[in-house]
């Protein structure tokens, strides 16, 4: 089987853990063995990466440096898809082996300039902030806040990704066996120029929908969208929560879920199903492997 396994920012750095590159790498790894267990079983991989913790960062310490030469975020993008990218390709080919080929893509996708997202940013990066601290670096920066939980985050527009511009350099490393690392981060995101060629946005792409979006393009038969919780729940937050473990668009469609954070993951699993994708998955990490087989997590089908 054909599958895409996305790897949620929350998957590579769990909340309340310090970002730094030790702490990451030895999440890399964790990750690295979970991929290896689905590769063992048979499967053609291609992985996806968050970086919404790591791209937030870099931008808050951009601008302590110098505020004015600050990096755009494409650039910031394309910089955390090249440092996040190279960790998992280590720990993939030392898991692996060298008889398997594996190789990390800088890869850029088209989005719409006109695109209402960029009028209501609700893309949550970087780390979280009491609500004075938050406040402060908002009326400094200029950013928008956005509430996650009793804390805040900056917040960017997250417009929908239209095109893989790299999708046929993608798909020759399949054919060739190459287990492919791209679209991390969403992708670095660009726009057409007048003279056909492309221009990067200051937008963050959303991971889950870049990642549907890549299933489609190489015909991926299941989307797997990894994170820190176990499953998709009904209720989450209040009392009589309830897991939810394989419920069909039918259902998903008539339920909310928390802006930011599960709610792209299921309209990813949902456009990616009603596009001709097999199936979809959401859990943990470790759980990588159960949940295709439906042992564990939450397993989308039509």
Excluded at 56 to 72: C, H, I, T
Excluded at 160 to 188: D, K
Aim: aromatic fraction near 4%; include cysteine.
């Amino acid at each position: 089987m054909r599958i895409v396994v996305a790897l949620g920012g929350n998957a590579l750095l769990r909340r309340g853990e310090a970002l730094t590159a030790e702490v990451q790498r030895h999440n890399v790894e964790r990750a690295a063995q979970a991929i290896a267990r689905v590769v063992a079983s048979g499967h053609q991989v291609v992985v996806t990466h968050g970086n919404g913790p790591q791209v937030g960062l870099m931008a808050l310490q951009d601008a302590a440096y110098d505020p004015k030469s600050a990096s755009p975020l494409d650039v910031l993008c394309a910089e955390s898809e090249g440092m996040i990218g190279y960790l998992i390709v280590q720990a993939l080919q030392n898991v692996l082996g060298r008889r398997q080929p594996v190789a990390a893509i800088l890869t850029r996708i088209e989005v719409d300039p006109a695109d209402p997202a960029f009028a209501a940013p609700a893309k949550p990066i970087g780390p979280l902030y009491e609500a004075a601290e938050g406040s402060r670096l908002a009326a400094a920066l200029g950013w928008v806040l956005m509430a996650d939980g009793a804390r805040f985050r900056r917040a960017v527009a997250s417009p929908r990704p239209l095109r893989i511009v790299e999708i046929e350099v993608i798909r020759q490393l399949m054919a060739a066996g190459t287990l492919v690392v791209c679209a991390g981060g969403g992708g670095i995101p660009v726009a057409v120029t007048p003279d056909g060629g492309d221009r990067g946005i200051e937008a963050i792409i959303d991971k889950d929908h870049a990642s549907r979006l890549l299933g489609h393009e190489i015909k991926a038969e299941a989307l797997l969208l990894l994170t820190d919780v176990d499953g998709l729940y009904a209720g989450w937050g209040g009392p009589d929560r309830r897991p939810l473990r394989h419920p069909t668009l039918a259902e998903l469609r008539g339920m909310r879920f928390a802006t930011g954070s599960m709610e792209p993951k299921v309209r990813a699993a949902i456009d990616f199903i009603s596009g001709g994708g097999k199936f979809a998955g959401i859990g943990r990490l470790e759980d990588a492997n159960d949940i295709l087989e439906g042992r564990a997590g939450t397993r989308i089908v039509e």
